[in-house]
């Protein structure tokens, strides 16, 4: 019984994380979306804040940016590193002031939650 009972949540849980990753695919464009999707079944604790995300950047970016993800990768030293890439309209000025103000007001809270599997950049449109 108790084999079955894990079985059970097993599923549930795949399932869940099938309609998370259909949500993150809602909102970002991927590059790469099968490397990105295997990323994000490796390290499921990040959709969170890739949901949350979009929130906080809207706010302070404003809803004219386009928002994708890539992942980064360097074989040779075993490291991934998923990024929202935020393209947006601003003058390089402007958009290292909006960097500046969504780390302090959001990211950098986050950071040691995410640590080096996750970052923040920002792309002219």
């Given at each position: 019984?108790?084999?079955?009972?894990?079985?059970?949540?097993?599923?549930?849980?795949?399932?869940s994380l099938i309609d998370l990753l259909e949500?993150?695919?809602?909102?970002?464009?991927?590059?790469?979306?099968?490397?990105?999707?295997?990323?994000?079944?490796?390290?499921?604790?990040?959709?969170?804040?890739?949901?949350?995300?979009?929130?906080?950047?809207?706010?302070?970016?404003?809803?004219?940016?386009?928002?994708?993800?890539?992942?980064?990768?360097?074989?040779?030293?075993?490291?991934?590193?998923?990024?929202?890439?935020?393209?947006?309209?601003?003058?390089?000025?402007?958009?290292?002031?909006?960097?500046?103000?969504?780390?302090?007001?959001?990211?950098?809270?986050?950071?040691?939650?995410?640590?080096?599997?996750?970052?923040?950049?920002?792309?002219?449109?």
């Open positions: 019984m108790l084999y079955h009972k894990n079985k059970i949540m097993e599923e549930q849980s795949f399932i949500n993150v695919k809602a909102v970002y464009t991927l590059e790469e979306p099968d490397r990105i999707t295997d990323f994000l079944r490796a390290n499921p604790d990040l959709i969170p804040f890739l949901q949350e995300a979009p929130k906080h950047i809207y706010r302070i970016f404003g809803k004219n940016v386009r928002l994708f993800l890539e992942l980064h990768s360097d074989p040779e030293e075993e490291w991934d590193e998923l990024f929202i890439v935020i393209k947006s309209p601003y003058s390089p000025k402007k958009a290292r002031a909006l960097m500046d103000k969504l780390g302090e007001e959001w990211f950098l809270d986050v950071l040691d939650k995410v640590g080096n599997r996750l970052c923040i950049t920002e792309e002219p449109l």
